[in-house]
């Protein structure tokens, strides 16, 4: 089955800095990409996706990158704030609608 | 975008008695439901599909037995822990997709079940 890896599994940052957060997968028929934010006790939310057939996506300050042949894909997030310090995990899965598979996550925490 | 609700949010409970955790999508239908386990600190671990109408299907190393999955109505799947022990304590948390809303692919997340076994 699908395995996601993610480094680092920590970050700390500067406020205003840039924040890179990379995965791997190991599915080659994986074609979707999501990557979500959670709060200490909270659902995660979707922050940004990026499909098979993109390279790039961007939305804000917050950019994705895929590398579908070395089967890597990463978060980019620019002029950090304090309110960005959550934990995000890069997942994976086959089809927009089908099981999601969660990499390991990253805490992220910006220093005002 | 689509709603998605877990009840309890919070439960306590025994060692060796059992827990329903339900999970209900409010404004749409979801022939599929997924569940997930989240232990302190740790990702979110896939542990069932739930099937509107059959069977669950489990992930490798995820106990059937233990972990109950229903699905009988397009609203409504339920997670049974049954003869919990203090392993079992966990962050529980579903989720849906629901086509006609959000982005395309988007999954909708219950908000989580804390389950202590004392």
């Known amino acids: 089955g699908e395995n996601v890896e993610q480094h680092p599994s920590t970050l700390s940052v500067q406020e205003g800095d840039s924040a890179v957060i990379k995965c791997t997968y190991s599915?080659?028929?994986?074609?979707?990409f999501p990557w979500y934010k959670q709060e200490l006790g909270k659902r995660p939310q979707l922050i940004i996706d990026?499909?098979?057939?993109?390279g790039e996506k961007k939305d804000q300050r917050i950019a994705v990158t895929l590398n579908k042949t070395a089967k890597h894909f990463s978060l980019h997030i620019t002029e950090t704030q304090p309110e960005d310090s959550a934990v995000y995990f890069c997942?994976?899965?086959?089809?927009?609608?089908?099981?999601?598979?969660f990499g390991p996550g990253t805490s992220l925490s910006v220093i005002p | 975008g689509a709603v998605v609700s877990q009840h309890p949010s919070r439960v306590i409970c025994k060692s060796g008695t059992s827990v329903k955790i339900e999970c209900r999508s409010l404004?749409?239908?979801?022939?599929?439901m997924f569940w997930y386990r989240q232990f302190p600190k740790q990702s979110l671990m896939l542990m069932a599909t739930?099937?509107?109408?059959?069977?669950?299907?489990?992930e490798q190393g995820v106990e059937k037995d233990k972990f109950l999955i229903n699905h009988a109505s397009l609203t409504l799947s339920t997670l049974t822990v049954t003869s919990a022990h203090p392993e079992d304590s966990s962050f529980y948390i579903c989720s849906a997709f629901d086509p006609q809303q959000g982005r395309i692919g988007e999954a909708f997340f219950g908000q989580g079940t804390r389950l202590t076994v004392v």
């Open positions: 990026i499909r098979s057939n993109v």
């Open positions: 997942a994976a899965s086959k089809t927009s609608y089908d099981k999601v598979i």
């Open positions: 739930s099937n509107e109408g059959s069977k669950a299907t489990y």
């Open positions: 599915d080659s028929a994986s074609n979707y």
């Open positions: 404004d749409f239908q979801a022939t599929t």
